[in-house]
């Protein structure tokens, strides 16, 4: 069982007393109390960046989760966060165009963000990973992708885009939808890459275990040099699991992947 927050935590937030649950989902680390959410923040620094952004967010075409403050300011407490609890079911089934214009929205939000320094101090795997897949630290770091990997390294190209904060896990579960509201965008995990990199690592995603259909891979492919950003979203993936779970988690995570790097391959050969 992980560890729950203590009454400390729930005091901290005004959580003490409501019925506290385990949310399905998660990792186990989201615990509901009333109307408000509270979650394991494994990186405090920038929970609490992140939660001055989200606070003062302006929703138009996309919902979020507001961060919550104790009382003394702070977004995090004893590694613990809070928001207000976000109604809806996570089930992307025939909603994949609502997501991805609520993604967009979200991304027209936070153009004007600046880039913190924070970013620069990471050193978590999925930062290494991040940084890898773009060309900012070697590839020898991964070790070997298998031969799908090697595929999609040899179609990078410079990417010209702008980059700006953007949400970096866009998968199932970190989308909220109820009735005609608009999607909540929930469980941000903040980068800095191109607004369509994003949209990018949601239609990989969800081709590859929440059974998207293909034609999501052509919907997008108008996008300029989504071909590249395809490519990215997928070495990330295939990175993290190597770092993670070394060569058995690229082959899995390969055969998952192969019709969106059969369309990178091909789209970026012609």
Request: hydrophobic residues 45%; proline residues 7%; glycine residues 8%.
């Amino acid at each position: 069982m992980r560890e729950r927050p203590s009454p400390c935590v729930l005091r901290a937030f005004g959580a003490e007393h409501a019925a506290l649950r385990r949310v399905t989902g998660g990792q186990g680390a989201t615990f509901r109390a009333g109307d408000i959410a509270i979650k394991r923040c494994d990186e405090p620094e920038e929970s609490e960046w992140l939660g001055r952004i989200l606070t003062e967010i302006k929703e138009d075409g996309f919902r979020v989760a507001r961060p919550m403050r104790s009382p003394n300011g702070r977004f995090v407490v004893d590694g613990w966060c809070a928001h207000r609890w976000v109604s809806g079911s996570p089930r992307l089934r025939g909603r994949w165009g609502e997501a991805v214009a609520a993604l967009r929205a979200f991304h027209r939000a936070l153009r004007e963000v600046r880039r913190p320094r924070l970013f620069d101090r990471r050193t978590n795997m999925f930062a290494v990973a991040d940084r890898i897949a773009w060309d900012e630290e070697p590839l020898k770091r991964a070790g070997n992708l298998g031969t799908d990997g090697a595929r999609l390294l040899r179609c990078l190209r410079p990417v010209r885009a702008r980059s700006q904060l953007i949400q970096g896990d866009p998968s199932e579960g970190n989308f909220l939808f109820d009735g005609d509201l608009p999607p909540a965008v929930i469980d941000v995990a903040p980068y800095w890459r191109p607004a369509d990199y994003s949209v990018a690592v949601f239609v990989a995603d969800g081709v590859a275990w929440s059974k998207a259909p293909r034609e999501l891979l052509a919907c997008v492919r108008p996008v300029p040099e989504m071909d590249q950003l395809l490519a990215r979203a997928v070495l990330f993936r295939l990175i993290v699991g190597k770092l993670f779970r070394r060569g058995e988690a690229v082959a899995r995570r390969s055969a998952a992947y192969a019709p969106v790097i059969d369309a990178v391959v091909e789209w970026s050969c012609r």
